[in-house]
């Protein structure tokens, strides 16, 4: 018996064989994961994470081995002696029309499409499902595929019991069943299923994350599409869009990033233009509290910790209820928690990490009605070059070298456990001036690498000001932590910086966007 656990943003995945546990990763070919128009609801984040289990995805999009090199998915699902039981669950269906779908799709692939008897609830369906599914010879294997979970599994309806009943009872052990549910909402999979204490508990035997593309596999998917892409151009495009395939996929071969951005964000009937309203729509219950919590973390390019959003929602307030929507909001995505170096008592600062989200909420909600009313405006057109794009631009880079550390640690050399942090002080602390450290990473080997982050369009020049700023910073973190661990300064600078002895007396490595792909 199997189970697949598959949010979109969040692909939590455990296979297991009649015989063996099969081992798994993602392959991440540019062609593998594209969005599914048909079976995708709108306003999920179309990752793709339902087309990794489907005819053609699991194949594609999983490799399982179990001592045999020539396993594969698709031997499981295309095997002419196996059968594909479906079924997607959707925002506006009643219970009965999800029951129902369960009946059809019985009858379609495993009666040869013969009829079945209506069946009034959930235990009546997968009752009916069983059935069919004891009629298969022995030797035929059955994947059992729900989509959208949490929209099949409503919270007056019985299907999550009763499925945790007919998994317990009846599928677990059958080594031809293969059992994998889907949903959008990371955070409902992982409170329902994954941390369940009911029938579920216990059953996830292997986890992986599905999430967006890096910027190696954007740029490699966009070249698939036959949009031609270097580094810059694929920067540029996954600081609006991120790395969601469904979002790049809308962009058109004969216009530049600026002009897709332009037509998919700014217009009226672009295709990304509500998409923030969508999301929040279809992933929470109560989005309004959602998108207000989304607001607070974005009004701070530096971050704000917990504190701060206790003191400013209206709509949350404190408690367990605010920890619980700052979870949903991590697990789907759009935030992230970062640990401030040397200030347990504040807590965890938080940061928009959602590139599309953060491009939402800083350009296109300010000016939405505008934007409606005036279709013909050029609107971005007009900003690009401007100090509030060039801020932009700083932020959303820092961003995706958040999301890019594999990549910096590497090319910095550092190895063995590393803690990730930030770290700021005022200038009541620092006693000489605030400061403010955008990345560090705190060594095991008794050191402590500085990061510098910073945008330009060309290599960034450490002239005088510029290094007596920098040797201030490190003096003030130095004084401010009381550490002892030896301290290195690295740059990760889009296009490297300028060689002046300045920088060869106060930079110690250096991480370039190349460097990021």
């Known amino acids: 018996m199997s189970i697949y656990l598959c949010p979109y943003l969040d692909l939590s995945l455990a296979v297991r064989d009649a015989d063996n546990i099969l081992s798994v990763s993602l392959n991440w070919e540019p062609h593998v994961i594209e969005p599914d128009h048909h079976r995708q609801s709108r306003g999920a984040r179309r990752v793709g994470g339902g087309l990794c289990i489907l005819p053609g995805g699991i194949c594609r999009g999983v490799r399982e081995t179990s001592g045999r090199e020539d396993f594969s998915g698709r031997e499981f699902v295309s095997d002419p002696q196996g059968k594909l039981f479906s079924d997607y669950g959707h925002q506006e269906w009643r219970d009965e029309d999800s029951a129902g779908a369960i009946r ?3 009858g379609s692939e495993l009666f040869q499409g013969a009829p079945l008897q209506v069946s009034p609830d959930w235990m009546g369906a997968l009752q009916q499902l069983t059935d069919a599914i004891a009629q298969q010879p022995m030797s035929h294997k059955i994947v059992l595929f729900f989509d959208e979970l949490p929209w099949l599994a409503t919270p007056k309806s019985d299907m999550l019991s009763a499925l945790e009943y007919f998994w317990n009872r009846h599928w677990v052990n059958d080594g031809r069943i293969k059992l994998v549910v889907c949903g959008s909402s990371a955070s409902w999979i992982m409170r329902k299923i994954i941390k369940s204490r009911g029938g579920l508990h216990n059953r996830v035997t292997r986890r992986i994350n599905l999430k967006p593309f890096s910027l190696r596999e954007t740029g490699e998917f966009l070249r698939h599409l036959g949009y031609p892409t270097n580094h810059e151009q694929t920067l540029r495009a996954y600081m609006a869009v991120g790395g969601v395939p469904f979002y790049l996929k809308q962009f058109r071969k004969v216009h ?9 964000l700014f217009a009226p009937d672009g295709a990304l233009f509500d998409e923030f309203v969508e999301i929040f729509a279809s992933l ?5 509290k959602y998108e ?5 973390v974005a009004a701070r390019q530096e971050g704000v910790f917990r504190q701060e959003i206790e003191a400013k929602n209206k709509l949350t307030g404190k408690g367990g209820t605010l920890s619980r929507r700052l979870e949903d909001l991590e697990a789907a995505g759009f935030i992230a928690s970062l640990a401030s170096f040397g200030k347990k008592s504040r807590g965890t600062l938080y940061r928009l990490s959602d590139e599309y989200c953060y491009f939402y909420l800083k350009w296109i909600e300010p000016v939405k009605q505008q934007l409606k009313s005036d279709t013909e405006a050029a609107y971005w057109g007009s900003r690009i070059g401007t100090p509030r794009y060039h801020a932009w631009l ?5 961003n995706i070298c958040y999301k890019h550390l594999a990549e910096i640690r590497k090319k910095l050399g550092i190895t063995g456990f590393a803690p990730v942090s930030s770290w700021r002080c005022t200038a009541a602390r620092g006693g000489e001036g605030g400061a403010q450290i955008d990345l560090l990473f705190d060594r095991d080997d008794d050191a402590i690498t500085l990061c510098e982050i910073k945008f330009s369009e060309r290599p960034f020049l450490i002239d005088k000001k510029c290094a007596q700023a ?11 932590t009381r550490t002892r661990k030896q301290l290195f300064l690295a740059f990760i600078a889009a296009h490297g910086i300028e060689e002046t002895l300045y920088a060869h007396e106060l930079v110690d490595g250096v991480v370039t966007l190349s460097n990021l792909f």
């Open 104 to 106: 059809a799709g019985a």
């Open 470 to 480: 920098l040797a201030r910073k490190k003096e003030t973190f130095a004084k401010s």
């Open 394 to 398: 700083g932020y959303a880079f820092e």
């Open 256 to 264: 530049s990033v600026d002009q897709n951005i332009s037509r998919l």
């Open 292 to 296: 207000e919590l989304m607001k607070l």
């Open 284 to 288: 929470f219950d109560e989005a309004e």
